[in-house]
């Protein structure tokens, strides 16, 4: 069973730079597709950013692109979020979650396609 925990979430000033981490263990890191969802309170889970098995493909949120970047260390089993430019708007829980891939370039931007979730972390931006 894998499982995924989610750090570095905390209290920002808007146009700060914030980077998240989410350790994996449990299973074949290299097996797995990862991304980064959101939750705003009162609002539904949104898509962030996926980064595939290989590391060579991601994929981000239209309205978040150019602000954002995901890596993925597999010596380390991780994943790493950072955000730029943080605004107000950017304040959520932040989930990792990970996902079973055959493919070693899929990305996967729909919170269904994913097997295992963190518990998140809370991202605060205060203007």
């Known amino acids: 069973q894998v499982q995924v925990v989610e750090s570095g979430g905390g209290v920002v000033q808007a146009g700060d730079s914030l980077r998240l981490s989410c350790a994996a263990s449990?299973?074949?890191?290299?097996?797995?597709?990862m991304g980064w969802f959101r939750q705003a309170q009162g609002k539904e889970r949104e898509f962030v950013a996926s980064?595939?098995?290989?590391?060579?493909?991601?994929d981000f949120a239209k309205s978040l692109k150019g602000r954002l970047t995901i890596l993925r260390d597999d010596a380390k089993t991780s994943v790493f979020l950072e955000m730029n430019n943080l605004e107000p708007e950017d304040t959520a829980v932040y989930f990792c979650?990970?996902?079973?891939?055959?493919?070693?370039?899929?990305?996967?931007?729909?919170?269904?396609?994913?097997?295992?979730w963190g518990r998140g972390t809370q991202v605060t931006v205060s203007s």
């Open positions: 979650a990970a996902a079973r891939s055959e493919m070693y370039t899929s990305t996967y931007p729909f919170w269904h396609e994913y097997d295992y």
């Open positions: 449990g299973g074949t890191f290299s097996n797995l597709a």
């Open positions: 980064i595939s098995r290989n590391g060579r493909h991601t």
